[in-house]
């Protein structure tokens, strides 16, 4: 995304001690194809919002779009898995892991079908070594998949201000979350004020809140769709905050 604005201020995080990090010890079946350049990173944008992001490290040749199953209609946009393929003859045993950032919504996908339709680059890494080409020329392939916790290091939780908001219609998107990924609930806080409001999940990884006029600065509280552990990021949004900028908090999940 251009123009990206970052600030970091005191946070808070708060985890709930019974909830752990997302992970699944079983693989399960599903289906895989690819899209995009043969050694391309996928396409910009997709249904969950994140934009350019996808072209830059830590999302570069990690994006998949997922079957409605696994998308849950944009409350999945940012859960991670491992991906492998079964076929000895070209695959390794290596799975790849790969960030929700799409959906695909027909074709392979449909039917209720599980299916993974990942960058060129994300399928030829399950390959044995020199093996891409041969296994993207196989098309759609069976595989097995697992949900993973997200990593990434060096990075912590930030708040992108969606392009068109003001004081009165805020909507955000939510960067870069370790753990679970996926984001089930949001709130803001304003300035001065005890009270949570809640916000409203639009599409993809969105949410916005209608209200106003709303005054920063802003404390953002999430709550993640897989296992509810919640962080609270205080004033994080400042009171000058702009739409199109991002604003980093200086902690993110543990697990």
Same mark, same amino acid.
């Given at each position: 995304m251009e123009g990206l604005c970052y600030i970091f201020i005191f946070c808070t995080l708060v985890c709930s001690a019974a909830a752990a990090a997302v992970a699944d010890l079983h693989w399960h079946p599903a289906t895989a194809t690819w899209y995009?350049?043969?050694?391309?990173?996928g396409s910009d944008g997709g249904a969950c919002g994140y934009g350019s992001l996808v072209d830059v490290k830590p999302f570069r040749a990690r994006v998949g779009a997922v079957s409605p199953v696994l998308f849950k209609g944009g409350e999945g946009c940012g859960a991670c898995y491992k991906v492998r393929c079964l076929d000895r003859s070209i695959c390794s045993r290596r799975a790849v892991t790969v960030i929700i950032t799409d959906e695909c919504p027909g *074709?392979?996908?449909s039917n209720g079908r599980t299916h993974f339709d990942l960058s060129g680059?994300?399928?030829?890494?399950?390959?044995?070594a020199g093996g891409g080409g041969q296994l993207r020329n196989r098309g759609e392939i069976p595989v097995i998949y697992?949900?993973?916790?997200?990593k990434y290091p060096g990075k912590n939780i930030a708040f992108h201000v969606n392009e068109g908001s003001t004081d009165?219609?805020?909507?955000?998107?939510?960067?870069?979350?370790?753990?679970? *990924?996926?984001?089930?609930?949001?709130?803001?806080?304003e300035a001065n004020s005890n009270e949570w409001l809640e916000m409203t999940h639009i599409w993809g990884a969105n949410w916005c809140i209608i209200a106003g006029p709303l005054r920063g600065p802003f404390s953002v509280k999430l709550t993640t769709l897989s296992t509810g552990r919640t962080l609270s990021a205080r004033e994080v949004i400042p009171r000058n905050w702009t739409p199109k900028a991002t604003y980093t908090s200086r902690l993110n999940f543990n697990f």
């Open positions: 995009g350049s043969p050694e391309g990173d *074709g392979y996908c680059a994300a399928f030829g890494r399950m390959a044995v697992r949900r993973t916790p997200c009165y219609w805020l909507s955000l998107l939510v960067e870069f979350e370790d753990g679970d *990924g996926d984001v089930g609930s949001m709130h803001i806080r």
